[in-house]
């Protein structure tokens, strides 16, 4: 393909990747030749059974994880080499949600949505806690829009529970003004009426703020309800891609592995 | 008993065990032989405690000495003080590069190289050769306090950086922060407490310290104790064992009331 | 967006009642500092001079008197025993003492606020300074080195292990108590079992600070290497110091390397 070409993509499409792997021991691939485009906007599922490389996948786009070859396009460049600074650009456009939270527990709620704004801001304002007015101002519309409230502004991460800090973690996420947002498993830790609150939740933020969201998930249900499109991986290879009602009963038996699972 | 021989043993004999305690006790008996104790020693001893009991009682409260001790007490404590705020200082950067999960291994085996050098010497002969290199007063002394607590706090610290959790570093790393604002929300939070209760603990432990450094030249209320004790001036020793104790008291109580604040 | 009003929402990270906490601790710790830079005597020439008299020290210490090894071995050797006999001594102390501070097994406040002044008073005074006290009481030699260090290690012992106790789950406790067990077999099944990792831990960890400790008793004569050190210092035999200072870091570093070898078998 012709750098022109794949620019053109690049419009049309926020995320191009392609012929994605990934190596953690050397001739053991994780991730086989991954091509992906994904929309400006709605919420892509992608699901799979564990060890699949679903994590890895999406832990190459933000580059929490170094992909072993391909190119991962993101806002008119390939993303998947650039380094330092160039690296931290790329990461505060990108939003993360993870299943853990991993919120820094002993900062206070509005602490963890400010980190948000890191990339953004010079160190010592970090270590002064002076964030710029409008971030503040943000960050309480945020509190709001996850359905938290001001309320629980001085509350330590650690006092939270678990749908409590997933909210914090959207917002965190939101926080980096992203033009996409992944998300980690956001629902695994959560019990089943808290993981649908949560998914209704990360849908709305997509449609309202056209924000495109690419979601890891184990529940299919969660994924048909939710997502507008949903891709199926399996030993490292995507098998399914499309709208949620195209997949039936034997895509899923490709993706999980014989019909037993059901 | 023949009865359990021939019965199920309930407990198999843990000879490990049984070795151990054995070769400590001969170890023991071996050891005491070596000290040369004898009746007529020990009968000494006690004739020399009752006189030295007698000697201490009452302390000695006279102004003129009382005055002495203050000035002694005070520079212990100011040495205390700088020694813990220099030390501590030095060892933020020190057990972060010591933290093997920050920093690259050439860095964090370079720092506790250098860490396991400054803990390996007791304070009083770092002061020996402080008071060499600096003369003798309470730089010496500080000099060497700054250096034990740069042992202590560095190699705890680098402990408590290294069992962090990952994920929560991940999640800031992830927004695109750069390493020092990773440093400030990602890591600091989860140590900041831990850091703040190492320096209060090297506080009292310098302030221990800094009453014994004086004995070899490094300023404090040591010098003015060795004084007294060379002079057979037991009732001042006692006043200042008993205002040391006091100190010490007071200060464990403030050091638990600043760690609750930073919980 | 919504707004809920037109009042700028106003973040800080700290509650009143926190920030103030914190303020005092920082100005107080501040003044604390600026107070002892200030009268701290600080002579400059003396700090000038300090590169030069540092190499000077180094340059007389290499290279080492090896014909002073003899002395070095003996002394060490004694150092080895005050150190461990030392230890012994306070754990034998401090046992019967921690069982008397630990809130679970002792009722009485008053046995228990004893208990604890003796193990405050212990550490509170150091190793140097108890040291004094036996060599007057003694006579210069181990034995005072043995007792100093004791009486020193028994308000750490003694404390740690407190601490274990009082962690100790009450549950079997109960069920030996509500077997009509004595207080004894209580005492032997009961908590010892459960506190016996942490004694262990406690004790190995004092002994290897005892190492480094009975090191310098000699400098008032109780005994070990550092009276050698001490010897060779007020005479100025820089290249026996050296010697000795060498072999002095090669044992702590080889007690370390035991203790934590020890440390990982047993705990």
């Given at each position: 393909m012709t750098r022109s070409a794949l620019q053109t993509h690049a419009t049309a499409s926020v995320l191009g990747i392609r012929h994605l792997r990934k190596e953690y021991r050397a001739g053991v691939p994780v991730l086989k030749d991954i091509n992906l485009d994904i929309g400006a906007e709605g919420l892509t599922a992608i699901i799979g059974?564990?060890?699949?490389?679903?994590?890895?996948?999406?832990?190459?786009?933000?580059?929490?994880?170094?992909?072993?070859?391909?190119?991962?396009?993101?806002?008119?460049?390939?993303?998947?080499?650039?380094?330092?600074?160039?690296?931290?650009?790329?990461?505060?456009?990108?939003?993360?949600?993870?299943?853990?939270?991993?919120?820094?527990?002993r900062l206070s709620v509005m602490e963890n949505i400010l980190s948000g704004r890191l990339g953004y801001i010079p160190v010592w304002r970090a270590f002064l806690r002076k964030f710029p007015d409008a971030d503040i101002t943000r960050a309480f519309e945020l509190l709001d829009a996850v359905g938290l409230g001001a309320d629980f502004a001085t509350r330590r991460a650690d006092k939270l529970s678990g749908g409590q800090r997933q909210r914090v973690g959207i917002a965190r996420a939101i926080m980096q003004d992203p033009g996409l947002v992944l998300a980690d498993e956001p629902t695994?830790?959560?019990?089943?009426?808290?993981?649908?609150?949560?998914?209704?939740?990360?849908?709305?933020?997509?449609?309202?703020?056209?924000?495109?969201?690419?979601?890891?998930?184990?529940?299919?249900?969660?994924?048909?309800?939710?997502?507008?499109?949903?891709?199926?991986?399996?030993?490292?290879?995507?098998?399914?891609?499309?709208?949620?009602?195209?997949?039936?009963?034997h895509h899923l038996a490709e993706i999980y592995g014989g019909e037993d699972w059901q | 008993m023949s009865a359990s021989t021939l019965a199920r043993a309930a407990f198999p004999p843990d000879w490990t065990k049984r070795f151990v305690w054995i070769g400590l006790a001969i170890y023991t008996v071996y050891a005491i032989s070596t000290l040369d104790i004898d009746g007529a020693r020990i009968a000494r001893g006690m004739a020399n405690a009752?006189?030295?009991?007698?000697?201490?009682?009452?302390?000695?409260?006279?102004?003129?000495?009382?005055?002495?001790?203050?000035?002694?007490?005070?520079?212990?404590?100011?040495?205390?003080?700088?020694?813990?705020?220099?030390?501590?200082?030095?060892?933020?950067?020190?057990?972060?590069?010591?933290?093997?999960?920050?920093?690259?291994?050439?860095?964090?085996?370079?720092?506790?190289?250098?860490?396991?050098?400054?803990?390996?010497?007791?304070?009083?002969?770092?002061?020996?050769?402080?008071?060499?290199?600096?003369?003798?007063?309470?730089?010496?002394?500080i000099l060497a306090l700054i250096v034990s607590t740069m042992?202590?706090?560095?190699?705890?610290?680098?402990?408590?950086?290294?069992?962090?959790?990952?994920?929560?570093?991940?999640?800031?790393?992830?927004?695109?922060?750069?390493?020092?604002?990773?440093?400030?929300?990602?890591?600091?939070?989860?140590?900041?407490?831990?850091?703040?209760?190492?320096?209060?603990?090297?506080?009292?432990?310098?302030?221990?310290?800094?009453?014994?450094?004086?004995i070899v030249g490094g300023g404090g209320i040591g010098a003015p104790l060795f004084t007294a004790y060379q002079r057979f001036d037991y009732d001042v020793v006692l006043t200042i064992l008993l205002i040391i104790i006091g100190l010490i008291m007071i200060a464990e109580f403030v050091s638990a009331r600043i760690r609750r604040i930073f919980q | 967006m919504m707004e809920t009003g037109n009042d700028p929402r106003v973040w800080t990270r700290f509650t009143p009642a926190e920030r103030i906490g914190r303020s005092i601790v920082y100005i107080v710790s501040a003044i604390a500092i600026v107070w002892s830079l200030q009268t701290v005597e600080i002579i400059p020439e003396f700090l000038y001079d300090a590169p030069e008299q540092t190499a000077d020290l180094f340059a007389r210490m290499w290279p080492f008197d090896l014909k002073f090894w003899p002395v070095v071995w003996s002394t060490l050797v004694e150092t080895f025993h005050i150190a461990t006999l030392g230890t012994i001594l306070a754990i034998l102390l401090a046992l019967p003492l921690s069982f008397l501070a630990a809130r679970n097994f002792t009722a009485n406040p008053i046995l228990r606020w004893i208990a604890q002044f003796i193990f405050v008073s212990s550490r509170s005074v150091n190793s140097l300074i108890w040291a004094l006290l036996f060599v007057a009481i003694f006579g210069p030699g181990a034995l005072a080195g043995v007792f100093s260090i004791a009486v020193r290690s028994i308000g750490f012992v003694g404390k740690l292990f407190g601490e274990a106790l009082e962690e100790a789950h009450q549950g079997p406790i109960e069920a030996l108590t509500a077997t009509g067990a004595p207080r004894a077999a209580i005492l032997l099944k009961g908590y010892w079992p459960q506190a016996e990792p942490a004694f262990w831990s406690v004790a190995l960890l004092r002994w290897d600070i005892n190492i480094r400790e009975s090191a310098v008793l000699g400098l008032v004569g109780a005994g070990g290497i550092g009276v050698a050190l001490d010897a060779a210092l007020n005479n100025l035999y820089w290249d026996q110091v050296g010697l000795m200072l060498a072999t002095i870091f090669a044992v702590v570093v080889v007690t370390e390397i035991v203790t934590s070898f020890v440390r990982s078998r047993i705990i």
């Open positions: 059974p564990s060890g699949t490389g679903k994590s890895t996948l999406i832990r190459c786009i933000n580059r929490l994880v170094d992909p072993t070859s391909g190119e991962i396009w993101f806002e008119g460049q390939d993303i998947a080499k650039v380094q330092g600074s160039g690296l931290r650009h790329i990461r505060r456009r990108i939003g993360m949600v993870f299943q853990e939270y991993n919120l820094v527990e695994s830790s959560l019990d089943p009426k808290t993981s649908v609150e949560i998914m209704e939740l990360m849908a709305e933020m997509s449609a309202r703020r056209g924000i495109p969201i690419v979601v890891n998930i184990h529940n299919v249900e969660l994924a048909k309800r939710f997502a507008h499109r949903v891709i199926g991986m399996t030993g490292g290879m995507v098998v399914y891609d499309g709208p949620p009602d195209g997949l039936g009963a | 009752a006189r030295l009991f007698d000697r201490m009682f009452p302390p000695n409260l006279q102004p003129d000495k009382l005055e002495l001790i203050k000035d002694g007490m005070i520079e212990s404590i100011q040495i205390a003080i700088l020694a813990t705020f220099v030390g501590v200082l030095l060892s933020l950067p020190m057990g972060l590069a010591a933290a093997r999960n920050l920093a690259p291994p050439w860095v964090s085996w370079t720092a506790r190289a250098i860490i396991a050098v400054l803990r390996s010497f007791h304070p009083v002969i770092v002061a020996i050769l402080f008071v060499k290199a600096v003369g003798f007063g309470a730089l010496a002394g042992g202590f706090v560095s190699k705890l610290f680098a402990e408590v950086v290294e069992e962090i959790s990952a994920k929560q570093v991940e999640a800031v790393r992830a927004t695109g922060a750069s390493f020092f604002a990773v440093l400030i929300f990602g890591v600091f939070p989860q140590v900041m407490a831990r850091f703040v209760g190492l320096t209060v603990y090297q506080f009292d432990s310098n302030l221990r310290n800094s009453t014994m450094v004086g | -």
